[in-house]
């Protein structure tokens, strides 16, 4: 199982579309409160569609929780702008986590630090001039290739 973490998400619609890839992947969601909406948000759902009830979603209270969790990746690694190493160059295994910060803000520096430079990622920018990529579309593209090495084609 792949598990997708969203460190404190603040824009609903960004988690339900986040949350419909790990619906239809089969992979769980981790939810690290305090969160920007409410679950029952109208543009969560939306997003989300039918989807939802098919997601396994776990929610934490706050970071402390979730390490604590036994419902938690074997290997997590930070997906952040703040890397030189590619997610491309990792070879994932079953049970790894795929964390992601706030959408207005990132992951904060001591996440960096307990992380460690070895599980940061980027995904590569072909223009430097732009900040990143949307939170939704940079978890879906990291989701993909953690597929395609574990499964391959459906």
């Not at 209270?61 to 930070?78: C, I, N, V, Y």
């Not at 079953?94 to 307990?114: I, T």
Request: charged content about 25%; overall charge negative; glycine content about 8%.
């Amino acid at each position: 199982m792949l598990h997708v973490v969203l460190f404190q998400p603040e824009i609903p619609q960004n988690t339900g579309n986040i949350g419909r890839t790990c619906a239809l992947t089969e992979s769980r969601l981790h939810l690290i409160h305090p969160l920007g909406f409410q679950i029952r948000d109208k543009h969560l759902k939306r997003s989300g569609m039918d989807y939802w009830n098919a997601l396994d979603l776990v929610e934490h209270e706050d970071w402390a929780a979730f390490r604590a969790s036994d419902l938690g990746p074997k290997r997590l690694f930070l997906f952040t702008t703040h890397s030189s190493s590619s997610y491309w160059d990792v070879e994932y295994e079953d049970g790894d986590g795929l964390l992601f910060g706030r959408e207005g803000s990132g992951a904060p520096d001591w996440m960096h630090e307990e992380i460690g430079p070895d599980r940061r990622l980027k995904i590569p920018q072909y223009n430097p001039d732009l900040r990143s990529l949307n939170l939704a579309t940079s978890a879906g593209i990291a989701v993909f290739e953690v597929m395609r090495q574990l499964r391959g084609n459906p």
